[in-house]
C-alpha cells in the first residue's frame, strides 16, 4: 500500500494540473515540485509521491488506473 501524509501546501498557491475521473485523486503543481492529492475524510487532503515531474505521474497513472469506479457504466 502507498503511503498517504497530511496535505501541507508548501507555496502559496498550487496548481492542480489534472483531476481524475469522480475527483478521486488530483495532480497538483507546486513551483517545481508534483505532488499527488486525494481528498481526506474529514476535509483537506492527503498526499503521495512529492517530487519530480516524471515520477509523480508515473504514481498518477498507476492510481488512476487502480481507480474503482463506484458509477453505473452507462
Ligand atoms: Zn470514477
Same mark, same amino acid.
Given at each position: 500500500? $502507498?503511503?498517504?501524509?497530511? @496535505?501541507?501546501? /508548501? =507555496?502559496? $498557491?498550487? !496548481? =492542480? $494540473?489534472?483531476?481524475?475521473?469522480?475527483?478521486? @485523486?488530483?495532480?497538483?503543481?507546486?513551483? *517545481?515540485?508534483?505532488? =499527488?492529492? /486525494?481528498?481526506?475524510?474529514?476535509? *483537506? &487532503?492527503?498526499?503521495?509521491? /512529492?517530487?519530480?515531474?516524471? !515520477?509523480?505521474?508515473? =504514481?498518477?497513472?498507476?492510481?488512476? +488506473?487502480? &481507480?474503482?469506479? +463506484? $458509477? !453505473?457504466?452507462?
Amino acid at each position: 500500500m $502507498r503511503d498517504w501524509e497530511w @496535505y501541507v501546501p /508548501r =507555496v502559496p $498557491r498550487p !496548481r =492542480v $494540473r489534472k483531476t481524475s475521473c469522480c475527483g478521486a @485523486y488530483e495532480f497538483v503543481c507546486e513551483g *517545481g515540485e508534483y505532488v =499527488v492529492l /486525494r481528498p481526506a475524510k474529514d476535509g *483537506g &487532503h492527503e498526499e503521495t509521491a /512529492r517530487g519530480l515531474y516524471a !515520477r509523480t505521474l508515473a =504514481v498518477w497513472n498507476e492510481l488512476v +488506473s487502480q &481507480h474503482q469506479c +463506484s $458509477r !453505473r457504466a452507462s
